[in-house]
């Protein structure tokens, strides 16, 4: 039988291992966290339509029966040796893979490095993970009872080349919107401000959303990038930005600020890849496919594949199709198909 | 008294603490449509008045979003109601009506 190294066990990681255990391979798949699904695990709803992450997150794993996995696992080593490559985890276990999958996702960019927006001096500023966490937990002493004035802030660490990321992380635009929609669900009565350059809701239901959150809620959107937040004695948050609609500075004060912290490459994922001399990417750091149309389930070297949000930004959705080609890939690579 | 050759300016900045939302949400009582501006620009663009006159429905639905309901009104009066406006609106927001519901809450505020 031949053995398939999966590296993450996020939605990427689960999918492609059930899918390639479902065509007769032997799967082991290596997650550096104590639980399985990765970002997911941590995320309360999904947009567009606010499908419990639990639901889907249950859903994929309870496709990898029979799928071995390993937690709080990693990969000590891996290198050639002849046509397969052998991975050493840090648990001791050595395994002689015939093709490994990097599924290794994100991380989400420390919202602290952007000093200006004071996570993690002032209180009251929290970051999309924060919120989520509070969505799902209720707990977290920063989000307090009848909030006069909540402000979203778009692109924390993306479209920034001071953050040192350029491009735009995909995902923040929708999930700002859906986030400020929740929140006025909890609170009716709070007066919402969404502080964005432009609004990315380029996928299937995303514009409805955007809209609903103007039409139902009554979210209003600022173009406009929050400059810097000053904290007064309150422990309220002084916000300044322009309007660049009207060309003017605007100033709020809000009980809570939240930052849409934008994705980067996994570091850790990084580290193994770097054993394999493919870890210097584009200049963006994620890992570079093969072919940026045609092939992006292939990495520059044989027998290593890709899929999910390790080469580059990507929706739940987005990361599914890919784990599933990757599957389809990796099988035809096995099998001698080109 | 000695001219210097500058003076104080009053501050032009927006603070978005002080909108007066009871009027606001009189205005969306009226017409609830107000909220869809997505500011593409399409009726200042076409607006019969607006070559003339400062007239432009995308700023005064941001002046009044800002709290600043005089230049809202100021901007509208050389409005004709054609209603050119309302036909190129890609959220279909009935201008029109809303440059009226505008005149009827705002107006009476004075
Ligand atoms: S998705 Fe939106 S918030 Fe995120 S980086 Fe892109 S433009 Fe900014
Ligand atoms: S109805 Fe008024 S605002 Fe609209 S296009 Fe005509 S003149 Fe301009
Ligand atoms: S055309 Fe409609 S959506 Fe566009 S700026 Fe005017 S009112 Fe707003």
Same mark, same amino acid.
């Given at each position: 039988?031949?053995?398939?190294?999966?590296?993450?066990?996020?939605?990427?990681? &689960?999918?492609?291992?059930?899918?390639?255990?479902?065509?007769?391979?032997?799967?082991? &798949?290596?997650?550096?966290?104590?639980? &399985?699904?990765?970002?997911?695990?941590?995320?309360?709803?999904?947009?567009?339509?606010?499908?419990?992450?639990?639901?889907?997150?249950?859903?994929?794993?309870?496709?990898?029966?029979?799928?071995?996995?390993?937690?709080?696992?990693?990969?000590?080593?891996?290198?050639?040796?002849?046509?397969?490559?052998?991975?050493?985890?840090?648990?001791?276990?050595?395994?002689?893979?015939?093709?490994?999958?990097?599924?290794?996702?994100?991380?989400?960019?420390?919202?602290?490095?952007?000093?200006?927006?004071?996570?993690?001096?002032?209180?009251?500023?929290?970051?999309?993970?924060?919120?989520?966490?509070?969505?799902?937990?209720?707990?977290?002493?920063?989000?307090?009872?009848?909030?006069?004035?909540?402000?979203?802030?778009?692109?924390?660490?993306?479209?920034?080349?001071?953050?040192?990321?350029?491009?735009?992380?995909?995902?923040?635009?929708?999930?700002?919107?859906?986030? %400020?929609? $929740?929140?006025?669900?909890?609170?009716?009565?709070? $007066?919402?401000?969404?502080?964005?350059?432009?609004?990315?809701?380029?996928?299937?239901?995303?514009?409805?959303?955007?809209?609903?959150?103007?039409?139902?809620?009554?979210?209003?959107?600022?173009?406009?990038?929050?400059?810097?937040?000053?904290?007064?004695?309150?422990?309220?948050?002084?916000?300044?930005?322009?309007?660049?609609?009207?060309?003017?500075?605007?100033?709020?004060?809000?009980?809570?600020?939240?930052?849409?912290?934008?994705?980067?490459?996994?570091?850790?994922?990084?580290?193994?890849?770097?054993?394999?001399?493919?870890?210097?990417?584009?200049?963006?750091?994620?890992?570079?496919?093969?072919? %940026?149309?045609?092939?992006?389930?292939?990495?520059?070297?044989?027998?290593?594949?890709?899929?999910?949000?390790?080469?580059?930004?990507?929706?739940?959705?987005?990361?599914?199709?890919?784990?599933?080609?990757?599957?389809?890939?990796?099988?035809?690579?096995?099998?001698?198909?080109? | 008294?000695?001219?210097?050759?500058?003076?104080?300016?009053?501050?032009?900045?927006?603070? @978005?603490?002080?909108?007066?939302?009871?009027?606001?949400?009189?205005?969306?009582?009226?017409?609830?449509?107000?909220?869809?501006?997505?500011?593409?620009?399409?009726?200042?663009?076409?607006?019969?008045?607006?070559?003339?006159?400062?007239?432009?429905?995308?700023?005064?639905?941001?002046?009044?979003?800002?709290?600043?309901?005089?230049?809202?009104?100021?901007?509208?009066?050389?409005?004709?109601?054609?209603?050119?406006?309302?036909?190129?609106?890609?959220?279909?927001?009935?201008?029109?009506? @809303?440059? @009226?519901?505008?005149?009827?809450?705002?107006?009476?505020?004075?």
């Amino acid at each position: 039988m031949k053995n398939i190294v999966v590296i993450g066990g996020g939605p990427a990681g &689960l999918e492609a291992s059930a899918q390639l255990h479902r065509l007769g391979y032997n799967v082991i &798949l290596v997650e550096k966290s104590p639980q &399985l699904g990765g970002h997911l695990a941590k995320w309360d709803r999904l947009f567009p339509s606010g499908i419990p992450a639990k639901d889907v997150l249950e859903k994929m794993v309870s496709q990898i029966n029979g799928v071995k996995y390993f937690l709080e696992a990693n990969v000590q080593s891996i290198n050639l040796l002849h046509k397969s490559y052998n991975v050493i985890l840090n648990n001791g276990i050595t395994v002689l893979a015939d093709a490994v999958l990097f599924t290794t996702g994100f991380d989400l960019f420390p919202a602290q490095k952007k000093e200006e927006y004071g996570y993690g001096i002032y209180e009251k500023v929290i970051t999309n993970a924060d919120l989520e966490n509070w969505f799902k937990t209720k707990k977290d002493n920063r989000v307090t009872e009848n909030p006069k004035r909540i402000g979203f802030v778009h692109c924390v660490g993306s479209r920034d080349e001071k953050a040192g990321n350029r491009y735009c992380s995909k995902v923040c635009c929708a999930t700002a919107v859906k986030q %400020a929609c $929740e929140i006025k669900q909890e609170f009716p009565d709070v $007066e919402v401000f969404c502080f964005y350059m432009d609004l990315r809701m380029f996928g299937r239901g995303y514009e409805d959303m955007y809209l609903s959150a103007q039409k139902d809620y009554g979210v209003r959107f600022i173009r406009g990038r929050v400059s810097e937040v000053a904290e007064n004695i309150n422990k309220e948050l002084i916000v300044k930005a322009e309007d660049t609609l009207s060309g003017k500075p605007i100033k709020v004060t809000l009980d809570l600020l939240v930052l849409m912290s934008g994705m980067q490459n996994c570091s850790e994922g990084t580290k193994v890849a770097h054993q394999l001399g493919i870890a210097n990417a584009g200049n963006d750091g994620f890992f570079e496919t093969k072919d %940026a149309i045609y092939s992006q389930q292939h990495s520059t070297r044989e027998g290593i594949f890709f899929a999910g949000a390790c080469t580059g930004p990507k929706t739940l959705p987005d990361s599914l199709s890919e784990a599933r080609a990757a599957a389809i890939e990796i099988h035809n690579y096995v099998k001698g198909i080109r | 008294m000695v001219k210097f050759g500058f003076a104080l300016n009053p501050s032009s900045r927006i603070d @978005l603490d002080k909108t007066d939302r009871e009027k606001f949400a009189q205005l969306v009582e009226l017409e609830p449509d107000v909220l869809k501006c997505m500011a593409c620009g399409s009726c200042t663009a076409s607006c019969t008045a607006g070559k003339f006159t400062p007239t432009s429905v995308r700023s005064a639905i941001l002046e009044i979003q800002n709290g600043r309901w005089q230049q809202a009104l100021d901007m509208l009066k050389g409005c004709l109601l054609c209603g050119k406006c309302t036909m190129v609106c890609p959220r279909a927001i009935n201008t029109r009506h @809303l440059i @009226l519901a505008i005149n009827e809450v705002y107006q009476s505020g004075k």
